[in-house]
């Protein structure tokens, strides 16, 4: 984006940026969360939980700024397009850290556990969502509506795993009685981590409109 005004390019560029920062974040709290339960590092979990208070704190300034930009600047076409995607996008950032959140509380549940062998579906499932997050934010970085429909072609394969991963819970409780705890907490995992999913399409649908002026949202993929 190339503006005569170069003060209305620099806090384009600063919303931007803050965007990434916030989607990095999460991110970072995601992955750290489930390499805890695979290392059974009780603490890092529960300290990974205060990084949602940074997370909100960001959507709190990136919508001032975004709102700051309509007001004073009054954009049109690609621009307007731009700040509209990311008030959506930070929304979904917010819940994607709140889900992190969630995760971290679950993880630091079953570190005090015995391992389940199941467990290694969760990580498969968490490696392609953090996958999926992390592309659908390089395609807002890049404006690339190539990548960013190639995060929702991923979508269905993210749902189909976890429907698998669920079933696989249900047969565990069957199984013994000794299993309902950690098995309802394992699928309370996968559940965060497809809604993750969900979130991770949402920004990448917001990104082919800011790109290209499409509405995809509801679109047959």
């Known amino acids: 984006m190339l503006h005569t005004d170069s003060l209305y390019e620099s806090e384009l560029s600063k919303l931007r940026e803050s965007v990434l920062l916030m989607g990095a974040k999460c991110q970072e709290v995601v992955t750290r969360a489930l390499a805890a339960l695979a290392s059974r590092e009780v603490e890092v979990a529960r300290e990974l939980i205060p990084l949602d208070a940074q997370i909100d704190q960001l959507e709190v300034r990136i919508d001032d700024l975004a709102l700051m930009i309509l007001a004073r600047r009054q954009p049109v076409a690609k621009d307007l397009r731009f700040i509209a995607s990311v008030l959506k996008m930070v929304t979904d950032l917010e819940r994607i850290g709140d889900l992190a959140v969630n995760i971290c509380e679950r993880v630091v549940e079953l570190c005090q556990e015995p391992t389940m062998v199941e467990q290694e579906e969760i990580t498969t499932l968490g490696v392609e969502v953090i996958r999926m997050l992390q592309d659908a934010l390089n395609a807002f970085a890049t404006g690339d509506a190539t990548l960013a429909r190639e995060v929702l072609a991923r979508d269905e394969a993210v749902d189909t795993s976890f429907a698998r991963i669920f079933h696989s819970m249900v047969a565990c409780m069957m199984k013994s009685?000794?299993?309902?705890?950690?098995?309802?907490?394992?699928?309370?995992?996968?559940?965060?981590?497809?809604?993750?999913?969900?979130?991770?399409?949402?920004i990448a649908e917001m990104v082919v409109f800011m790109v290209k002026g499409q509405d995809v949202r509801h679109a047959p993929r």
């Not at 309802?184 to 399409?201: G, N, V």
């Open 177 to 202: 009685n000794e299993n309902i705890e950690r098995a309802t907490r394992l699928q309370s995992l996968a559940r965060y981590l497809e809604r993750i999913a969900d979130h991770a399409t949402n």
